[in-house]
Structures are given as structure tokens and as C-alpha cells.
């Protein structure tokens, strides 16, 4: 996908979703640099859409560029500030959760697929803006526990008491260091 005639028009959840599976391909077979990925990554997390289709290709497959996270990548998605964070902590809680949800039926495929995209967000919130994060992980942890800003997105997928521990136990991995 041409980057300059996806500048000119805002492309929608779906076409984000099949330029982030180019982009995150071409990266990984070595036709991109890292500063050209993070140029069409900048492109798309400039719209909602954008940036929910690129995480949703991004730290789900198998394409590396979340273990790695290239500097010139990571400054990118600095750049954008609260959608960023945002859309990564409500990844980590979601991955967090159904990781649990996995384990109690025995779906090993899916508990790895999730316990890697928690591990990835865990990653990407220590590199991302501190103070957003705290404030943002703060924010969640409130609405785990009463009111909050994430409260209806949490209610919205209906996490039982021990998912909702599941994902403290994530936000807390954040500010140890392995």
C-alpha cells in the first residue's frame, strides 16, 4: 500500500487492519526500515480506527516488531501520547483476562496467544510516556475496584472478580523490573 495515497484519505478499521499486516510483513522480511514502519505506523495511529486495527495486527501475530520495538518506532507511538496508552492498556487488561478465561477451558493455543500480547503491552507501557502510563494504570486499577474512567469497558466485557485480579497482577509487572 502506497503510503502517500494513504495520507490523502483516512482509511477505515478494516483497510487499517490489511495495510498493518503489510507494513508489519514487509518490516519483518527485511523490504522496510525501521524508520519507514514507524512512518506508516505514525500514519495510522493518527485515527482511532487506525491505531485499534494496527494493535490489533500488531501484537496478536507472529511479526516481531512488538519484541523488538525499534527506537525509531517507539518514538512514534511516544508521539501520539493517550490514544496510544490508552489502546495498550485496555489490551493488557483484555489479554490479562482472557488469558485466564483460556486456562479454565483448557485452551492452551489461546492462553499463549494471550499471555504474549499481555507480555508485549507489558513491555510497550514501560517504554511509553511514565507519567501517562502511571496515570492511565492508576485509572484502571480504580475502576477495577469501584469507579473509573475504564469501569464501563471493563463492565462492557463482564470480568469476574479473579480476571479483574488477573489484570491488577498485570499492572503490577509493569513497575518490576525481570
Known sequence: MDRK??????LNFEKSLNAS??????????????????????????????????????LSSDCPLMDRLPEAFVIQLRSHG???????IKNLAM?????????RHS???????SERIKSRC?????LLEPNSVKNNLGILQNSITGDGA??????????????????????????KKN
Open 21 to 58: 499486516i503489510v507494513w508489519c510483513n514487509a518490516w519483518e522480511r527485511g523490504e522496510i526500515s525501521d524508520e519507514v514502519i514507524a512512518e506508516h505506523v505514525n500514519d495510522l495511529i493518527n485515527s482511532q480506527d487506525g491505531a485499534r486495527a494496527f494493535f490489533a495486527v500488531s
Open 95 to 103: 489479554s490479562s483476562a482472557m488469558a485466564l478465561h483460556h486456562e
Open 150 to 175: 475504564y469501569k464501563a469497558f471493563l463492565d462492557k466485557w463482564n470480568y469476574d472478580q479473579e480476571q479483574k485480579e488477573a489484570i491488577q497482577e498485570s499492572i503490577y509487572k509493569i513497575a
Open 107 to 113: 485452551n492452551k493455543k489461546q492462553k499463549a496467544g
Open 82 to 88: 493517550e490514544i496510544v496508552v490508552d489502546l495498550i
Open 122 to 126: 507489558i513491555d510497550l507501557l514501560r
Open 5 to 10: 495515497a494513504m495520507t490523502n484519505k483516512k
